[in-house]
């Protein structure tokens, strides 16, 4: 029996960001139209484990984060290719014969940037041409750009994502996400300071920082959400060493407001949805609780004008080609 032909689009996906939505609602369109499968072809891990070894970029999310992220925007199939010397060395041709053989698709729906094959010598262009040998359709979908808080204007890209996060910019972010970044991992046991200072925190493990884009160092405004019963709270979030303590190991910790439990193993989502201030050394106790009931205050406020509410990002995307 034959397979059934496919819509398929094909990338990194890293972040499952604004511009892949684009990509992904104009595929689940274009399959449903014409009654097709969509299925999403991503790398895992990244071909630069491969190519590029000492110059890996740093992940958005994992692969399961990012499998359940794309099968949210409809997508019936997720094929997860190894990028191997045998899968990387192949030409645009036969990459793409591979992939009809395997998949019969329709049409395959890219990005204006797209690269493929050996040496990413493949284009669109490219692809366009072989879909006229091989009969699929190509179609480009322009890219998105959104405009952000300093009024700039860019296109969005997992790149400049990281960039973002990287400089805190964590709003930014948000914008090219079309969600608020987050972490997500158990808790585990700190030096219970928080507790003393009577503003307890949960920590992050620090296993959820290896390989992973960290916000930068810095305090935070977001939510936290308890992953076995789904449970959201409002937070104020920490990143970095501690420096009041002299700490020189980076930890994550975020404290709940309204909540009164324990969170040790307990699995949780730590959304960071806007920067508060930098993170700096205090002469005392005193002086640092002061700080941290303002950064208390001042994140309740902001959630009471509406300024900690990150959904679906509209209004301020813009295709262009």
Same mark, same amino acid.
């Given at each position: ?7 398929? /689009? ?14 992904? +609602? ?5 399959? @449903? ?11 895992? &891990? ?6 590029? &070894? ?42 793409? #014969? ?43 979908? %322009? ?63 620090? #296993? ?19 992953? %076995?019963?789904? #449970? ?10 501690? &420096? ?15 909540? @009164? ?21 205090? &002469?005392?106790?005193? #002086?640092?609780?002061?700080?941290? /009931? ?5 994140? +309740? ?21």
């Amino acid at each position: 029996m034959a397979r059934q032909k496919s819509v398929i /689009t094909i990338g990194n996906f890293d972040g499952v960001h604004v511009g892949h939505a684009a990509i992904l +609602r104009c595929s689940r369109a274009l399959a @449903d139209q014409h009654n097709l499968l969509l299925k999403v072809l991503t790398f895992e &891990p990244h071909p630069a484990t491969v190519l590029r &070894p000492g110059q890996v970029p740093l992940r958005l999310y994992d692969e399961a984060q990012k499998v359940e992220l794309l099968q949210a925007f409809g997508v019936d199939e997720v094929v997860c290719l190894k990028p191997d010397r045998m899968l990387l060395d192949r030409s645009p041709k036969s990459f793409v #014969e591979q992939v009809v053989a395997d998949h019969r698709p329709m049409a395959i729906i890219e990005g204006p940037d797209f690269k493929f094959g050996h040496a990413r010598v493949g284009d669109v262009q490219v692809l366009a041409g072989l879909g006229k040998q091989l009969g699929f359709k190509t179609q480009v979908v %322009d890219r998105t750009h959104v405009v952000l808080a300093d009024q700039l204007m860019t296109a969005v890209s997992s790149t400049m994502i990281r960039w973002l996060i990287k400089c805190g910019r964590v709003a930014d972010a948000s914008c090219c996400l079309g969600r608020a970044f987050e972490l997500v991992g158990p808790v585990c046991r700190g030096e219970q300071r928080g507790q003393g200072l009577g503003v307890p925190t949960a920590n992050l493990d620090s #296993e959820v920082m290896s390989g992973r884009v960290i916000p930068a160092d810095g305090v935070y405004a977001g939510r936290v959400q308890l992953a %076995d019963d789904g #449970e959201d709270h409002l937070a104020v979030i920490s990143v970095g060493i501690k &420096p009041t303590w002299n700490q020189r190991i980076r930890t994550i910790e975020a404290h709940l407001l309204d909540f @009164d439990g324990d969170l040790y193993d307990r699995v949780i989502a730590v959304r960071f949805v806007r920067w508060l201030r930098d993170q700096c050394a205090f &002469p005392g106790v005193k #002086e640092l609780q002061r700080q941290l /009931t303002r950064d208390i205050h001042y994140t +309740r406020s902001l959630e009471d004008h509406g300024l900690l509410e990150v959904g679906p990002v509209r209004d301020n995307l813009q295709a262009t080609g």
